[in-house]
Nanobody
């Protein structure tokens, strides 16, 4: 059974930082690229970041470039999202996801497996 379990969300003041973690089990972690998406109430998930299978190819959504950093630790089957200089518009549920596309993807439809999400709330 494949499981992706996110943690690290919470309430933070604007300008603060959080680090999200996503522990993956039930699949061969090294053969999947990983991504982070976020969603507010309503349809559609916004691409946040992706890391390729090797971790060498990294991509970010325009709204988080320069503030967020994705990384992966294959020894721990874990992908991280470090979020700095948080803004109120970053408030959302954050989801990690796994894709067989080697370089990752910014399209949620390319991802086969998803976590349950962790809530991030940024207060002014």
């Amino acid at each position: 059974q494949v499981q992706l379990v996110e943690s690290g969300g919470g309430l933070v003041q604007a300008g603060g930082s959080l680090r999200l973690s996503c522990v993956v089990s039930g699949l061969s972690f090294r053969t999947y690229a990983m991504g982070w998406f976020r969603q507010n109430p309503g349809p559609g998930r916004e691409f946040v970041a992706s890391a390729s299978r090797s971790g060498a190819i990294i991509n970010y959504g325009d709204s988080v470039k320069g503030r967020f950093a994705i990384s992966r630790d294959d020894s721990m089957n874990t992908v991280f999202l470090k979020m700095d200089n948080l803004k109120s518009e970053d408030t959302a549920a954050y989801y990690c996801a796994a894709t067989t596309r080697a370089t990752g993807s910014s399209y949620s439809s390319d991802y086969s497996y998803w976590g349950q999400g962790t809530q991030v709330t940024v207060s002014l």
